[in-house]
Each structure stands twice: as C-alpha cells, then as structure tokens.
C-alpha cells in the first residue's frame, strides 16, 4: 500500500537551479495534483492533472511546470528556483474509486537560498 | 471558483473540553466538502467528507461536522479532546463541475494538559 509517494523529502537549491520533484500514485487515480503550503496561506493549488496527457494551471502555477505522460507520475519541475518558492509541496491523487477523496504524499521542503 | 476561509488560525483548548473549529465556504452550487488534519512534519489524512444528504456527518478520531447551506458554514466539532488531537486542521471546498479542490488556510489547535 504505497499510496502517494514524494521524492525528495527534503531539497535546497540555489537561486536559478532548476529542479523535478517527483510524485507517484500506485491506486490508479485519474486525477492528480500539487500543492505548496506557506503559513497562513493553507496548501494552494499549483498545477493538476485529470489524466494522462491533460494538464492545466491551478491557482498559483508561475514558475513551475508539469508533465502527466502516465497515470501514476506527475513531476512537479522548478525552472528557475527564486527565494520565493522556498515552500513544503505535496502532491495529492484522488479518482473516482476514492469517492474524490484525495490522498497526499508526505511533502516535499523546498529551500531556495 | 470555489474558496474556503477558515477564521481562527489558532486554538487553545484544554483536554478534555469540546473543540468547534470554523469553516465557511463560498460556491455557487452543491460542495464538497472536506476537513483534513496535518500533524507536524506529515502529510494530510482526511477526517471526514459531505458530498450529500445526512447533513451532520461523522469521521474519524470521535470528529463530526455539520454542514449548513443557508450558513454556507462546515464546522468541524469534537466533544472531548484528547492531547493527541493538537494539529493543523484544513477545510476543503471541491465542485461538481470542476476538478479543483481549495483549502482554507489552516487552523492550529493547541491541547492544554
């Protein structure tokens, strides 16, 4: 029972490094996505994914990209690390057999110094 | 788009007292809704879940949360908590003809011995 896995747990680059996080799902889910969380904003929504193939932005998607080239992997790539998306991201799947509950992986702390 | 706002950052409580956490919700249909909790250093486990019908839904760890449409309100409530409840809590607003999902930003309780 893998569920969501996330790699790296944890990550520091320099300003400019880019860099992929990976994100896995084991359950068959259509739907997949990624979220940053920073204090006092809760987890906001980066980029999702409603199948193979299909992706689109979410409410904060400026600086990253993503790819959906198979159901289970959906990497999450910084082009440009800034300060700024210094954040913990988790990326979360849900799909019809989970009645859209979503499930997350354990996070991702980024750190651009 | 759907959004969530979650009014009280932090909370204090003592063991053993009732917990009422807030949620309103802004969405021009039917919601789904959701309250996730976060403890430190891990990824988010679903408490508990409205989609329709029985307005008063129960979850798991003992919480229950009612939701009121004409409140636009899904407040997350314990009877009695326990020490190991202090956490991050997060409400969720999903939509039926959408694939997004919101998060409010976050409630920290704080269980006092």
């Known amino acids: 029972n893998a569920g969501v896995t996330q790699t790296p747990k944890f990550q520091v680059l320099k300003t400019g490094q880019s860099m992929t996080l990976q994100c896995a799902q084991d359950?068959?889910?259509?739907?997949m996505s990624w979220y940053r969380q920073d204090p006092g904003m809760g987890l906001r929504l980066i980029h999702y994914s409603v199948g193979a193939g299909i992706t689109d932005q979410g409410e904060v998607p400026n600086g990253y990209n993503v790819s959906r080239s198979t159901t289970e992997d959906f990497p999450l790539r910084l082009l440009s690390a800034a300060p700024s998306q210094t954040s913990v991201y988790f990326c979360?799947?849900?799909?019809?057999?989970?009645?859209?509950?979503?499930?997350f992986g354990q996070g991702t702390r980024l750190t651009v110094v | 788009a759907q959004s969530v706002t979650q009014p009280d950052i932090h909370i204090t409580v003592s063991e053993g007292a009732s917990l009422e956490l807030r949620c309103n919700y802004s969405y021009g249909a039917t919601p789904y809704l959701f309250w996730y909790v976060q403890s430190p250093g891990q990824g988010l486990q679903l408490l508990l879940k409205y989609f329709s019908g029985d307005t008063l839904v129960q979850g798991i760890k003992g919480f229950e949360a009612e939701f009121k449409r004409s409140q636009s309100s899904f407040n997350l409530r314990k009877p009695s908590v326990h020490w190991s409840d202090a956490a991050e809590y997060f409400c969720a607003v999903g939509a039926i003809n959408n694939n997004d999902m919101r998060f409010g930003a976050g409630t920290r309780l704080t269980v006092k011995p």
């Open positions: 359950m068959n889910h259509e739907y």
């Open positions: 979360a799947s849900r799909g019809e057999n989970s009645g859209k509950r979503a499930f």
